[in-house]
């Protein structure tokens, strides 16, 4: 049902996050994760765990994809293939890992389940504090937002404060 689920949210959400911003939907897609992770750690039902985990599912679709086009429009070209590359194997791994601990360890999953609440708990409050996707406000030509978005950068990098320059297709829309 996870994966049904998956599908479903595959063939709108990342649309959603091109009309209404990264963040937004990021932030969503969490928020609605947590709340069934908690209800899948609640439940003592087969069939409301099921329906948990499909709409688990539709909310992962935000936290594996949104979340890495988010990331990867926020850091620098060219750190993206290091970042993106490891942000993969690390991904795979915890897949990896939870087959093996399953298989030959225990079948305890209630603890993954705490700990995946946890850090979805953590990366809510973290994504808060970052910006806007520059590319996406580029995109939809808000630019006072954008000049925003690379003060907050800037801030975050110690590279200085804010950013009040102008952008090429900014000029080009006053002419």
Excluded at 19 to 43: A, D, E, M, N, P
Excluded at 88 to 111: E, G, P
Aim: with cysteine; aromatic share 18%; charged share 15%.
């Amino acid at each position: 049902m996870f994966f049904a689920g998956w599908a479903v949210a595959a063939t709108f959400l990342p649309r959603l996050a091109d009309l209404y911003g990264r963040k937004k939907i990021y932030i969503c897609s969490l928020v609605t994760q947590f709340i069934f992770y908690l209800g899948i750690i609640l439940s003592r039902d087969i069939k409301l765990t099921t329906a948990f985990n499909f709409f688990m599912g539709m909310a992962s679709v935000g936290r594996a994809s949104i979340s890495y086009l988010y990331a990867m429009e926020l850091i620098p070209k060219s750190k993206q293939p290091l970042i993106g590359t490891t942000t993969q194997i690390f991904n795979s791994f915890v897949t990896l890992f939870s087959v093996v601990f399953f298989y030959y360890i225990s079948k305890q999953w209630q603890y993954f389940e705490l700990i995946g609440l946890t850090l979805n708990g953590i990366t809510v409050l973290g994504v808060l504090f970052l910006p806007e996707s520059p590319k996406y406000l580029l995109t939809m030509k808000r630019y006072d937002d954008l000049r925003e978005a690379f003060s907050v950068i800037s801030r975050f990098n110690k590279k200085g404060g804010k950013f009040n320059g102008f952008f090429e297709r900014e000029l080009e829309s006053h002419q």
